[in-house]
């Protein structure tokens, strides 16, 4: 069982940045992939990044391309979003996730969840 434990989420002024971290209790897996996920309220949830653990490869939504970065730290097996040049409508629930053997993308099943980071941008 992997437990995935979040930090790094508050509140911030429009324009500012933070740094999400998802630390994972175990990596069991030989293959696997990490992403991120944001729900406002009100509004269903949705991809927002994803890195392929094993060579790195990252997919980005279109709304925060350009302004988030997702990185991993695999020694550690966490993984990061930096999220830069924050709006308002970045405001949302961030989670993040795992999944076996097949790369994180929209629409995808995920197996294993963060229990979510608030992330507030003031106007």
């Known amino acids: 069982q992997v437990h995935l434990v979040e930090s790094g989420g508050g509140l911030v002024q429009a324009g500012g940045s933070l740094r999400l971290s998802c630390a994972a209790s175990?990596?069991?897996?030989?293959?696997?992939?990490m992403g991120w996920f944001r729900q406002a309220p009100e509004k269903e949830r949705e991809f927002v990044a994803s890195?392929?653990?094993?060579?790195?490869?990252?997919y980005y939504a279109d709304s925060v391309k350009g302004r988030f970065t997702i990185s991993t730290d695999n020694l550690r097996n966490t993984v990061y979003l930096q999220m830069n040049s924050l709006k308002p409508e970045d405001t949302a629930v961030y989670y993040c996730?795992?999944?076996?053997?097949?790369?994180?993308?929209?629409?995808?099943?995920?197996?294993?969840w963060g229990q979510g980071t608030q992330v507030t941008v003031s106007s």
């Open positions: 996730a795992l999944r076996r053997g097949i790369a994180i993308r929209p629409g995808t099943g995920v197996d294993y």
């Open positions: 175990a990596r069991t897996f030989s293959v696997y992939n």
């Open positions: 890195v392929t653990w094993t060579d790195g490869r990252t």
